[in-house]
Antibody
């Protein structure tokens, strides 16, 4: 079964850091680009970051550029999102998703990040 | 910044047809994708590359494209189709960014 499982979410103070992980299974992880997408409470979907299959190409939304870092370990079938200098507006459910062409065909169940003092 | 605009809500009676539009300047040059999201769940891809349907998605879901507007059509709406729907595409300005539409709440009356 094709599956993505996120972990690492939690409560963090403004200015703090958190590292999210996404474990992939059931497909050849190293063949796919991957995305992080987030959804603030009661809001719509927001693309956060993309990474190509070999990590050669990396892109960020303006809202997180310079604070978040996407990475992957194909040997471990894992995707990561290092989040630094967190703000209240980063509070959201964070999803990892497999890229199909320019869309996303497989999504994880999400992990919740809450930034609050 | 690039935006995709959707109507906030669409209401439809069971068995009728729901149409959800998504407008964006780059849509003539970029494919559109549609996602269904039910409360507390992750999004599910229902249409890719404007009009292709992934395996397992019911035939009542279809997509079309015309100029700067793409449309998701749900024919013979069922109660289980009540959900939020988001379009998504890529920015064609060379920034390689992914953009989601504003989202449409479909209510089955």
């Amino acid at each position: 079964e094709v599956q993505l499982v996120e972990s690492g979410g939690g409560l963090v103070k403004p200015g703090g850091s958190l590292r999210l992980s996404c474990a992939a299974s059931g497909f050849t992880f190293s063949s796919y680009s991957m995305n992080w997408v987030r959804q603030a409470p009661g809001k719509g979907l927001e693309w956060v970051s993309s990474i190509s299959s070999s990590s050669s190409y990396i892109y960020y939304a303006d809202s997180v550029k310079g604070r978040f870092t996407i990475s992957r370990d194909n040997a471990k079938n894992s995707l990561y999102l290092q989040m630094n200098s967190l703000r209240a507006e980063d509070t959201a459910v964070y999803y990892c998703a497999r890229v199909l062409s320019d869309g996303m065909d497989v999504w994880g169940q999400g992990t919740t990040v809450t930034v609050s003092s | 910044s690039y935006e995709l605009t959707q109507p906030p809500s669409v209401s439809v009676s069971p068995g009728q047809t729901a149409r959800i539009t998504c407008s964006g300047d780059a849509l003539p040059k970029q494919y559109a994708y549609w996602y269904q999201q039910k409360p507390g769940q992750a999004p599910v891809l229902v249409i890719y590359k404007d009009s292709e349907r992934p395996s397992g998605i019911p035939e009542r879901f279809s997509g079309s494209s015309s100029g700067t507007t793409v449309t998701l059509t749900i024919s013979g709406v069922q109660a289980e189709d009540e959900a939020d729907y988001y379009c998504q595409s890529a920015d064609s300005s060379g920034t390689y960014r992914t953009v989601f539409g504003t989202g449409t709440k479909v209510t089955v009356l």
